[in-house]
């Protein structure tokens, strides 16, 4: 079975550019969360998704950071323009049908801004 | 003050011992909670639910106490296979929400 899908699954990229992580959740699940995790905050949920709409973005940082979801096979978190700070792994994950309360993570995005 | 806060280790202990954790949570509307585990370079994963009664899967078995707001986790008869980082998970209810401790790293050796 195919789990959630995530690209790139690493990223080296320069101050100031624009980075997109993109996100396909498990079919038939309907709620998508994007989390980052670095080892002195630990994991930190940014925004999650109820069948396509955004319910919560109270964790994304700034201004900065913005994240969609087009169609329910498909989201993306973008940064621009990335800061150093910004380096970090950026987990999508899903939830719904019949994985009841469990969410299922993808590999994660390695992403360092230098 | 972190809603989920774990003491981040590390615990060394030696294979075959057994190892507990505890974790505890500030929000009292916290309903549901659980174990994740994530690998080294790797995504977490469900370790298992806590359910209010105590429950157990095989050698482990997680407790939640809503008194003391704290939920716990028991490895028995530890595996070198169990080596990695535990995360305890506290989600509100009704709410999609998982808030995640920053996670207990623990290596077992041989």
């Known amino acids: 079975d195919a789990g959630v899908i995530q690209s790139p699954r690493h990223e080296v990229t320069e101050m100031g550019q624009e980075v997109t992580l993109r996100c396909k959740p498990i079919?038939?699940?309907?709620?998508l969360f994007w989390y980052r995790q670095t080892m002195m905050r630990g994991l930190e949920l940014l925004i999650y998704?109820?069948?396509?709409?955004?319910?919560?973005d109270s964790g994304m940082p700034e201004d900065r950071f913005s994240a969609k979801m087009p169609n329910a096979s498909f989201s993306t978190l973008k940064i621009q323009p990335s800061e150093p700070r910004d380096s970090a792994v950026y987990f999508c994950?899903?939830?719904?049908?019949?994985?009841?309360?469990?969410?299922?993570f993808g590999e994660g995005s390695w992403l360092t801004v230098v | 003050r972190k809603e989920v806060e774990q003491d981040p280790g590390p615990f060394n202990v030696p294979e075959g011992a057994t190892v507990a954790f505890n974790c505890t949570y500030s929000n009292s509307a916290s309903q549901s909670f659980f174990w994740y585990r994530q690998d080294c370079r790797k995504e977490p994963k469900l370790l298992m639910s806590?359910?209010?009664s105590g429950n157990e899967d095989g050698r482990f078995t997680a407790q939640l106490n809503r008194a003391s707001q704290y939920i716990s986790l028991l490895i028995r008869d530890s595996k070198l296979s169990d080596s990695a980082t535990y995360l305890c998970?506290?989600?509100?209810?009704?709410?999609?929400?998982?808030?995640f401790g920053t996670g207990t790293r623990l290596t077992i050796i041989p």
């Open positions: 994950a899903s939830r719904g049908g019949f994985s009841g309360n469990t969410i299922y």
């Open positions: 998704f109820n069948n396509n709409v955004p319910i919560d």
């Open positions: 806590v359910y209010s």
């Open positions: 079919s038939g699940h309907n709620s």
């Open positions: 998970v506290g989600r509100g209810f009704g709410n999609e929400k998982l808030t």
